[in-house]
């Protein structure tokens, strides 16, 4: 039962441009979201958060929107750059209790 | 000030042989949670741990598995008897808290087992 899903598993951008990543989840308790970064042989890292009581929170380029009606969250990067290229995962979770993660997107910025 | 570290990095093993994977959690850390990464598949939860408690083990195979986070020492993931389909990276991550409130996760650099 995957409650937090990326429907896309690659996406390809033009360096500058901007990159959307998305995210669905189905679990109306979770409260808190995360995205992370991986690159191959490495472990994943933190790049950026939202609380369910917000609807935006940005970070220099990285910026993540919630939309808790339609149970949905993105990521842009704006302007992408070709060292953004990885897997980024989403994440969600609720008090006491594990993180669920996506399946990943690999994005690649095409310089 | 180290981060979570994991050890060993890469370890390979014959069928039927035993894999031990262990964790330190980053200082200050309790909560402890593994998963497995599948060769072109995401991230898929094992177990969450805290110091001398399984939270949760809703992802660990019945059969094979086992974790622990004992009140001293690193938390290890166990795996018997080994089969060609255990090989993956393992991914270690804690947290100061479990879920919610401002709480990150903060991964290890991964174990990678193979099963010969």
């Known amino acids: 039962d995957q409650q937090v899903k990326q429907n896309s598993p690659s996406l390809s951008v033009q360096e500058g441009r901007i990159s959307i990543l998305n995210c669905d989840y189905t679990?109306?308790?979770?409260?808190?979201f995360l995205w992370y970064k991986k690159y191959p042989a490495e472990g994943p890292t933190f790049l950026i958060s939202?609380?369910?009581?917000?609807d935006k929170n940005e970070d220099g380029r990285f910026t993540v929107f919630l939309n808790k009606s339609a149970k949905h969250l993105s990521l842009h990067i704006v302007p992408s750059q070709p060292g953004d290229s990885a897997v980024y995962f989403c994440a969600a979770s609720y008090p006491g209790n594990q993180f669920y993660f996506g399946t990943g997107t690999s994005l690649t910025v095409i310089p | 000030n180290a981060g979570v570290m994991q050890n060993p990095r890469h370890l390979v093993r014959r069928r039927g042989q035993e894999a031990r994977l262990r964790c330190s959690p980053m200082?200050?850390?309790?909560?402890v949670y593994w998963y497995r990464q599948l060769p072109e598949e995401g991230l898929k939860f094992m177990v969450y741990?805290?110091?001398?408690?399984?939270?949760?083990e809703s992802g660990m195979p019945k059969e094979r598995f086992s974790a622990e986070f004992p009140k001293e020492g690193p938390s290890i993931l166990r795996i018997q008897q080994v089969v060609r389909g255990d090989s993956a990276a393992y991914f270690c991550?804690?947290?100061?808290?479990?879920?919610?409130?401002?709480?990150?996760?903060?991964f290890g650099a991964g174990s990678r087992l193979t099963v010969l």
């Open positions: 679990n109306s308790m979770f409260d808190y």
């Open positions: 991550a804690s947290s100061g808290q479990g879920g919610s409130g401002a709480n990150v996760l903060t």
């Open positions: 939202i609380s369910s009581i917000k």
């Open positions: 200082k200050g850390h309790s909560h």
């Open positions: 741990l805290q110091k001398e408690n399984i939270i949760d």
